[in-house]
T-cell receptor
Framework: QKEVEQNSGPLSVPEGAIASLNCTYS??????FFWYRQYSGKSPELIMS????GDKEDGRFTAQLNKASQYVSLLIRDSQPSDSATYLC???????????FGQGTRLTINP | KAGVTQTPRYLIKTRGQQVTLSCSPI?????VSWYQQTPGQGLQFLFE???????NKGNFPGRFSGRQFSNSRSEMNVSTLELGDSALYLC?????????????FGQGTRLTVV
């Protein structure tokens, strides 16, 4: 079992709709959870961090964390074509000075 | 505030050569991590440094090494390059003292081994 798993996609969503990206992780000791956006040919850009159970909202982005289910999600409301990118889920395991990344989900927003 | 700076941006090397990549973290950040990104393997952790000490190392051969200087700048070195080392090498810096908090990436160094 991979430490961090994401559906690779591609996920295709119409413009203006809600895009839902999911991530599961295997280590119950995981403490910190992050979502990165990576455009083709560019480096990953941090868009959300979440540390406790529940929802965290920032503009059009909402991160959701459920530690009991070992599940993290990212919702993008009012999706725009500029949201088309690969979204990477990253997890920091307690005591380990590293981030473990999922393979990424490729998201395409269709005008 | 300047972001994470990596140099060079692009490199072409021949098999068997060695290469050194440089990373300057965000001012005030003392944690620097290195990752290798390839289409097949995704983002793989190489190593992390904090205050000149390596705190964690990924599952890479000994040909991959790194160091951090007193000003938090970091370098990674790959010796005896192999074709499979062709990848995007990313550096990330973090303010966190314990563990890894929010990490910010540089633009990366794209290494091509021919």
């Amino acid at each position: 079992q991979k430490e961090v798993e994401q559906n690779s996609g591609p996920l295709s969503v119409p413009e203006g709709a809600i895009a839902s990206l999911n991530c599961t992780y295997s280590d119950r000791g995981s403490q910190s959870f992050f979502w990165y956006r990576q455009y083709s040919g560019k480096s990953p850009e941090l868009i959300m961090s979440i540390y406790s159970n529940g929802d965290k909202e920032d503009g059009r982005f909402t991160a959701q964390l459920n530690k009991a289910s070992q599940y993290v999600s990212l919702l993008i409301r009012d999706s725009q074509p500029s949201d088309s990118a690969t979204y990477l889920c990253a997890v920091n395991i307690q005591g380990a000075q590293k981030l473990v990344f999922g393979q990424g989900t490729r998201l395409t927003i269709n005008p | 505030k300047a972001g994470v700076t990596q140099t060079p941006r692009y490199l072409i090397k021949t098999r068997g050569q060695q290469v050194t990549l440089s990373c300057s973290p965000i001012s005030g950040h003392r944690s620097v991590s290195w990752y290798q990104q390839t289409p097949g393997q995704g983002l793989q952790f190489l190593f992390e440094y904090f205050s000149e000490t390596q705190r964690n190392k990924g599952n890479f051969p000994g040909r991959f090494s790194g160091r951090q200087f007193s000003n938090s700048r970091s370098e990674m070195n790959v010796s005896t390059l192999e074709l499979g080392d062709s990848a995007l090498y990313l550096c990330a810096s973090s303010l966190e003292v314990r563990g890894i908090g929010e990490a910010f990436f540089g633009q990366g160094t794209r290494l091509t081994v021919v």
